[in-house]
């Protein structure tokens, strides 16, 4: 973001003026050309995204009648004990969720890349890799309601449970988180295997079969040659993948409700229940700023880990 | 271990990897293919014993789902050529004029940026401006939040589709006389014509998946989207599993084959263009 502009508008003067001219003022007549057909267009929709930021600021500091309540709002909205059982939650299905989906999409993609050679059955495997991930959520839910539903769930008479001794899936404590991250597993492990997938094929040929010449382990090619060129797409699968738990919703709505009890009320779960369920806005605005907030500071940090702006 | 132990070991572990992310579709598909007298039956079999399409018509028909689906596609179109038509106005300066790099930066990291902010944090204060705006329950306002929802998704695949067409080419068209837009229009589109189609039948699956804002921000047949009224489905009638599967299985079409004729760009896209195919 800090590094100087590269001139790349030809004329002598360039060199001279870039040190002295903000970013606003052209240097040139294309330069002014670009400014006057970016700046309307992207200050409108940055504006449009904006907006919603501040009115929530604004409903956060006032009560349902317009009045001026100071930060009344946020010390209800931090002070609720539930928010913390919300972010426990998400941390917890986060890290489940995470680290089960790298390793087995990169554990898959090393397999596939090791062992599979024919070009249709790795063209087979890309298009049946991708279809988990273009379903709706909304579908989703529905697809593992059908597999975990008391009763009427497959995987009851799979596993030969009678309607006396069913495990409850969905509705007992602990396991319904689970139930709800094998969902998340199940749709985006094999993103993380395509991504992975491609990743390997940028691993020069000579260094791998260098390394099998000098008799390197399985291992030791993943470790010290492979790992290398994967190591921007893990944090690019992590910034995803993270930006994905921070909004799941519409599976576990319709899986669980965030239930039993709260075990799976994440928090954007937690959020649609203050605002939508309490009607409480003026709460909900104060956690949406926090969350907002939160995020853009989070954001911020890694964001430069990213490969963002690579021209 | 010797080559053909490893071959087998590797051919057992990728069937049951398909089998494992196969099945919950295949019994989606054979739930809604069964008539309900099956579903009473005290244990559920594997496979439809009478398959009837019953379940689509009454999701269809007698639910008047197709209204929704209408619905859905309407604000999936209008969506989609907003976003990319704002999306191509902010890339052609960034990638065909000289702005500085810094600015350049500016736009695409907020555009990624968007990316992170959970949806329901933005619902909540849209909620409110949309009543404001007396378009409450009313597809402009799904319209123009999945239209910003994209922005950062068609930004980023459009620039990329763009850089990769050589601007000497349209400089060559402009030095024979033609204007910049006639350029823009004749030279600089058709050229970009697949990449723009790709991010636009993207982009449109995104909106017909999208759930949260349509949950929220409608309230009627009138306005709500096919994603909401298999929601509707899930819990108000849980008994009637196969219509449930039904609305299940229609959600999925749609974007199953739009994806599929567009696989070669979707991890594009899904990846802001850090993957490419080749």
């Not at chain 1, 090619?221 to 290398?228: A, D, K, T, V």
């Amino acid at each position: 973001m800090t590094a100087p502009a590269v001139p790349t508008a030809p004329g002598p003067l360039v060199l001279d003026a870039r040190a002295r001219t903000p970013w606003w003022v052209a240097r040139s007549r294309q330069e002014r050309l670009g400014l006057r057909l970016l700046l309307p267009v992207f200050a409108t929709v940055v504006v449009i995204g904006t907006v919603p930021f501040l009115l929530a600021i604004v409903r956060a500091v006032t009560s349902d009648s317009g009045q001026f309540v100071g930060l009344d709002n946020f010390s209800r909205a931090l002070g609720n004990s539930q928010l913390y059982d919300a972010v426990k939650a998400t941390a917890i299905y986060a890290a489940i969720v995470l680290p089960t989906e790298i390793l087995l999409g990169l554990g898959l993609a090393l397999l596939v890349h090791r062992t599979v050679k024919s070009a249709a059955i790795r063209a087979a495997i890309y298009i049946a890799a991708m279809i988990p991930i273009v379903i709706p959520q909304i579908a989703v839910g529905v697809v593992f309601r059908l597999v975990y539903a008391p009763d009427y769930g497959i995987l009851h008479v799979l596993l030969g449970d009678t309607s006396h001794s069913q495990i409850l899936w969905l509705s007992s404590p602990p396991l319904a988180m689970f139930s709800v991250a094998s969902v998340d597993i199940w749709q985006w492990t094999p993103f993380v295997y395509l991504i992975m997938f491609a990743g390997l094929q940028t691993v020069p040929m000579e260094s791998v079969e260098a390394a099998q010449v000098d008799g390197a382990s399985a291992w030791t090619q993943f470790r010290y040659i492979e790992l290398n060129y994967l190591r921007p797409l893990l944090l690019l699968v992590l910034f995803f993948r993270m930006a994905d738990v921070m909004r799941v919703f519409d599976h576990v709505y319709v899986l669980t409700g965030g239930g039993p009890g709260t075990t799976t009320e994440f928090l954007s779960l937690y959020l649609y229940r203050i605002a939508f369920r309490f009607s409480d806005l003026g709460q909900a605005s104060a956690l949406a700023v926090v969350v907002m907030a939160a995020m853009t500071a989070f954001y911020t940090l890694i964001s430069r880990f990213l490969p963002a702006e690579r021209s | 271990m010797p080559r053909a132990a490893k071959r087998v070991l590797t051919t057992l572990i990728l069937l049951l990897a398909t089998a494992i992310f196969a099945f919950p579709l295949y019994y989606l598909i054979v739930t809604s293919l069964k008539d309900k007298a099956e579903l009473f039956a005290p244990v559920q079999t594997l496979w439809p014993e009478a398959p009837t399409i019953d379940a689509y018509i009454r999701v269809l028909v007698d639910r008047n789902y197709s209204e929704l689906l209408v619905n859905s596609i309407i604000a999936g179109v209008c969506a989609t050529l907003l976003a990319i038509v704002v999306a191509l106005a902010i890339c052609y300066p960034i990638t065909r004029l000289p702005v500085r790099r810094r600015l350049r930066a500016f736009v695409l990291n907020w555009a990624l940026s968007l990316r992170f902010l959970p949806p329901i944090a933005i619902v909540i204060p849209y909620f409110t401006i949309v009543r404001w705006m007396g378009i409450y329950n009313n597809l402009l306002a799904l319209i123009l939040v999945y239209a910003i929802f994209n922005l950062p998704l068609s930004i980023w695949m459009i620039k990329g589709f763009l850089e990769e067409i050589p601007i000497e080419i349209e400089e060559a068209a402009m030095s024979d006389g033609a204007t910049r837009f006639y350029a823009f229009r004749h030279v600089l589109l058709p050229l970009a014509q697949t990449g723009i189609l790709a991010a636009a039948i993207i982009v449109f699956a995104f909106d017909w998946a999208e759930f949260l804002f349509a949950f929220i921000l409608t309230a009627t047949p009138q306005s709500m989207t096919f994603p909401v009224g298999v929601q509707g489905l899930v819990t108000q009638f849980e008994i009637i599993w196969n219509d449930m599967a039904a609305g299940g299985v229609i959600a999925i079409l749609l974007p199953l084959g739009l994806m599929l004729l567009a696989r070669r760009h979707v991890m594009t896209g899904l990846t802001f263009g850090v993957i490419r195919e080749k």
